[in-house]
């Protein structure tokens, strides 16, 4: 095994997300990264590097060759500019690019950011666009995102007993969650009537079981842990980075109840970080659907599989409960710019890490971020720690 | 500096480019990236990672999230497979990316492929929608990437007085080379008056100037060079590697004669493999346009700025000249379906340096492989040796 760097996040900065009309593709990423970069304080010109995260610029603005557009806008020289992309996990992917440059010595200070463009699209545009993008062969049998994580619901709750309620309890706490978060799409206080009462999307999940589509963009600067304090005072170590991939469709996949692209990729970040699921004190998980969060939490090890459920009514899972998850109100209630969302959620985890979050979770000193592609085609699972 | 590990090339693949009717872009990948693994005679659980250049699956064919996707097809497990995108330099950034892993150590094993579906749309249809994903304001002023090199055309003309002539040399040069090439979209001699009496598309490059729209894909395998002899009798090594990025559009653009992103990859290429250009023996570039070609050989330090076309003029570049450009044909001739090109250009480059290219230069020991994106978006550059 190669020998890694210590890589530190110096810098991070981040739009709200929702609905930001008159705001481009190329507008949003500049302004989360103009703020990462102002917030971790480094000239332009040592920055070696950028990636960015998107899914559908292609398919939603018609837009592509947008990472080299940025940079140049930026006026970060002739660095390399990359755009990865692994559908809703895109900027996961980004985020462990830019670790992965900075971690082997190929660059000392790299910026990431991820950004997507989605309401210029109606609603159900982008939900057809993204479906048939992600899964051409399911999307024609009529299935969309909604409909395979209703399917997917339908197997848990027939395992494991899972309830209703227990659903409607996730989109409660983060709808909660997100009102003290300025960044977030919505900040309403939501009722057990309130989600068990609006409209049915995909049996048995309701409307508000379902993240938003929303524009946004967030962005980090990493650099060497060494060099970090030159920078900031308050560093956050990227610990661990774990990226795996998996079948995506329902017709071969093994399991309704877990992905395994996220079993595996936080195998491998708990692995270089040489920390287990009871050392993590924050969490923002991939909550894109409610049952998203309760299998997303079994998948990373907080609770066996089939206990996401009852440990949502326990209240584990609450701010001030066993294991925090989504205190920023997660994609639920924070909203899921799709290519944005995984830095989105490394934004919200060194906010919580740094001490000064929003919603904050009291002494949190270990952190971890979680990004899922598509119906599990792809993941990404991060370990951070303050310095 | 890290500390790099020698990479080589242990198996190529490609599948013929051109129209490929009833192919998917999946289809393409995996027959590409099939070829490549058996010809690297490598057990598919020791490949470790997985890269596609692609650029307009989205607008294309309304497809994403296909790097997992062609990975699962490909029973590559749960490995990470990430599409990369930098317009028509998407796969030199993939065969960069596969390189940088196994160089850092990060993987001994790795997989790259570049591919792209463009027939499905009409010619007019995939023009512009590859010129308003790359360019927006240009495009909605009027111009197409052949509207754009017609510009770059004629500033090149006015300040070196190139002429309309040596253009279309270089036309009938990567015509004639493709002739015997399988892979190539167009194999048919072509005379002086066929290319100035061809259908003018944007003044001064006319029909024959110009490369065609193209399906296709190509794969490479990469490994440790330590590695390589147990699986390849003809390794090819990548001694030098370049990325950079610059401005992409024509109203803000230093210069119309020189391409800044390429002038930069091919530095950071040649001081890696510690090479000059006069150390070139056979040359694969982005002559998209029959201008392209001569500014890319400048920029590429193969002549001075300004003498490219007399060098064409006088049968320099010719597969028995001084540096032979582009004995594949190259994407005049042998298509060019974008997001595949990079990757296109390193397969007809490894088979000059194995000794068994259809169009073979005489003894050739180092080639090289120049992939640019956009009218000078993004360019990457590798330079290879044969072992």
Sequence with gaps: MVNMRSVSVIGIGSTNFGRLEGWSLVDMACEAANEAIADAGVPREKIQAFYLGNFGSGILVGQETIAPKIGYQLGLGTIPATKVEGACASAGIALRHGFLLVATGLA????????????????????????????????????????????????????????????ALVSIKNKKNGIPNPRAQ????????????????????????????????????????????????????????????????????????????????????????????????????????????IIDSEDLGFFEKGQGGPAVEE???????????????????????????????AYEVIKQLRGDHENQVSGAEIGLAHNLGATGAVSTVHVFRRR
Tied chains: 1, 2.
């Design 315 to 345: 209240g584990l899972t609450q701010v001030r409960g066993k294991i925090p998850i989504n205190p920023s109100g997660g994609l639920l209630s924070k909203g899921h710019p799709v290519g944005a969302t995984g830095c989105g959620q």
């Design 186 to 293: 919505f900040r309403k206080k939501m009722t057990l009537d309130d989600v068990l009462e609006s409209r049915m999307i995909a049996d048995p999940l309701r409307l508000y079981d379902c993240c938003p589509i929303s524009d946004g963009a967030a962005s980090l600067v990493l650099c060497t842990t060494e060099m970090a304090g030159e920078y900031c005072d308050k560093p956050v170590e990227i610990m661990g980075s774990g990226h795996a991939t998996a079948c995506s469709n329902i017709y071969e996949a093994e399991s309704l109840v877990q992905f395994r692209a996220t079993v595996e990729a936080a195998r491998q970040a708990y692995d270089m970080a040489g920390l287990k699921p009871s050392d993590i004190d924050v969490v923002e998980l991939h909550d894109c659907f409610t049952m998203a969060e």
């Design 108 to 167: 000392d200070i790299v910026l990431v950011a991820g950004a997507e463009k989605m309401t210029s699209a109606t609603t159900a545009q982008s939900t057809a666009a993204l479906a048939a993008a992600a899964e051409e062969l399911e999307y024609k049998a009529g299935l969309t995102f909604a409909g395979a994580f209703g399917i997917w619901s339908h197997r848990h709750m027939h395992e494991f007993g899972t309830t209703r309620k227990q659903l």
